[in-house]
């Protein structure tokens, strides 16, 4: 079975800079992978996914991941953090040989300080 | 991009009531729909799948006599949470897909969720 961690429950950055969050995988065949964002108390937003091809994957609001086969990861990053992006962002992966379920990371909350 | 709409966005209920939460697809035809259940600062937990015209499929531990789900058209799924306690106060979430799982680019697309709280 597929499984997600996302390490890090909660992440504080500085308005300007980098964001990284931290997303790793399991599953035994190639998974589909995905970022969502959930403001608070609103469903989940899409940012970006990687299906096939091209591993470095651009997204909504200036986000982009890569995924890296070798080290089971699909970091999410943003060059510069504005005050917009605090909200809770969720890694997901999906397997076809799994049903298609999507399953996600424990998320992570993000923290944007002036 | 696709809109999907849950109602209401929060409800509250007495114990030992029943709850129906609506999700609509309002711009496409869902196929497939999801519900999750969020609990306060976790994730997203499926509790069943449902095809349209089809019984939902729930995952292991999901009471299907409690959660009632019926998918009765291509727009609109509901969840009944029948006979509510307060251990079911939750944040519900679905989601609903026009072609799931057909190919690679299939796209889920989110409600805003219900907040639902049983006292």
């Known amino acids: 079975a597929q499984s997600v961690t996302q390490l890090g429950s909660h992440v504080s950055v500085s308005e300007g800079a980098l964001v990284l969050l931290r997303c790793n995988y399991s599953?035994?065949?190639?998974?589909?992978l995905f970022w969502y964002v959930q403001y608070p108390n609103q469903g989940l937003q899409l940012l970006l996914k990687?299906?096939?091809?091209?591993?470095l994957v651009k997204g909504i609001n200036g986000f982009e991941a890569e995924f890296k086969k070798s080290e089971t990861s699909f970091h999410l990053t943003k060059p510069s953090a504005h005050m917009s992006d605090a909200a809770e962002y969720f890694c997901?992966?999906?397997?076809?040989?799994?049903?298609?379920?999507?399953?996600f990371g424990g998320g992570t909350r993000v923290l944007v300080k002036p | 991009g696709a809109v999907v709409s849950q109602h209401p966005s929060w409800v509250i209920c007495k114990s030992g009531t029943s709850v129906k939460i609506e999700c609509r697809s309002l711009d496409f035809q869902a196929t497939t729909m999801f519900w999750y259940r969020q609990f306060p600062k976790q994730s997203l937990m499926l509790m069943a799948t449902s095809n349209e015209g089809s019984k939902a499929t729930y995952e292991q531990g999901v009471e299907k006599d409690k959660f009632l789900i019926n998918h009765a058209s291509l727009t609109l799924s509901t969840l009944t949470v029948t006979s509510a306690h307060p251990e079911d106060s939750s944040f519900y979430i679905c989601?609903?897909?026009?072609?799931?799982?057909?190919?690679?680019?299939?796209?889920?697309?989110f409600g805003q969720g219900t907040r639902l709280t049983v006292v």
């Open positions: 990687y299906t096939t091809g091209a591993t």
């Open positions: 599953s035994s065949v190639p998974p589909y």
């Open positions: 989601s609903a897909s026009p072609d799931w799982g057909r190919h690679e680019n299939t796209e889920a697309f």
């Open positions: 997901a992966v999906k397997v076809k040989a799994a049903g298609n379920k999507l399953t």
